[in-house]
């Protein structure tokens, strides 16, 4: 069954930590994308990556870094630079960039600072 | 700036219609609009995605009218298990970005 696979479900912070999110998709799809959700204000990007050994920022990438080593996979830092980590964050993929078709999204992890 | 906007939150019974307008000010003249749901602690799902006028699948219709600077969602018949969070999304006339409402949080009483 294909789709998209973030780990861990539940992450926690101590300050000053750096944590890595994972995101793996076997949809072989090209274009994948990490969002913030925060309550009450819907989905904001924070990187995306159009294809292999590419990455962009989007609106919010200050205090976060990306990889795109491999097709499948797209994991995302959160460094201690990023002051306000707490939040609910999604992966997501679209077989191109830009694409006309719906996002695939995996389920979440949740990041609380201890 | 490129802004898609839903209400927060609505109300319904089960058994009812339910319609959730978004507006898309400054969409791509090439571009889909997408409807997702989303429940506690899951990513969004896919619910339904059109260009102009109107298309019906099994569980929804998308109505956009021909300027297409809104569009609108209709939920028939919806039951408890349709209480969830629903997203509308478009790309902006000037980016390649997809843009997501804030949400309209929608809850169906018995």
């Known amino acids: 069954d294909g789709g998209i696979t973030q780990s861990p479900k539940y992450l926690f912070r101590k300050e000053g930590q750096n944590v890595t999110l994972s995101c793996e998709q076997n949809?072989?799809?090209?274009?994948m994308y990490w969002y913030r959700q925060d309550p009450g204000q819907g989905l904001r990007l924070i990187y995306y990556s159009q294809i292999v050994n590419d990455f962009q920022k989007g609106d919010i990438a200050e205090g976060y870094s990306v990889s795109r080593e491999k097709k499948e996979s797209f994991p995302l830092t959160v460094t201690s630079a990023q002051k306000n980590p707490t939040a609910f964050y999604l992966c997501?993929?679209?077989?191109?960039?830009?694409?006309?078709?719906?996002?695939?999204f995996g389920d979440g992890t949740r990041l609380s600072i201890l | 700036l490129a802004k898609t906007t839903q209400p927060i939150s609505m109300d319904s019974y089960e058994g009812q219609e339910v319609n959730i307008t978004c507006s898309h000010n400054n969409i791509a003249t090439n571009d889909y609009i997408t409807w997702y749901q989303q429940f506690p602690s899951q990513g969004p799902r896919f619910i339904i995605q059109g260009y102009k006028t109107k298309v019906t699948n099994e569980v929804a219709s998308l109505f956009i009218p021909a300027d297409r600077k809104s569009s609108t969602l209709s939920l028939p018949r919806v039951s408890l298990s349709d209480t969830a969070v629903y997203y509308c999304?478009?790309?902006?006339?000037?980016?390649?970005?997809?843009?997501f409402g804030t949400g309209t949080r929608l809850q169906v009483f018995p």
């Open positions: 949809l072989n799809h090209d274009a």
């Open positions: 999304s478009s790309r902006s006339y000037n980016t390649d970005k997809l843009i």
């Open positions: 997501a993929s679209t077989s191109d960039f830009p694409s006309n078709q719906p996002q695939h």
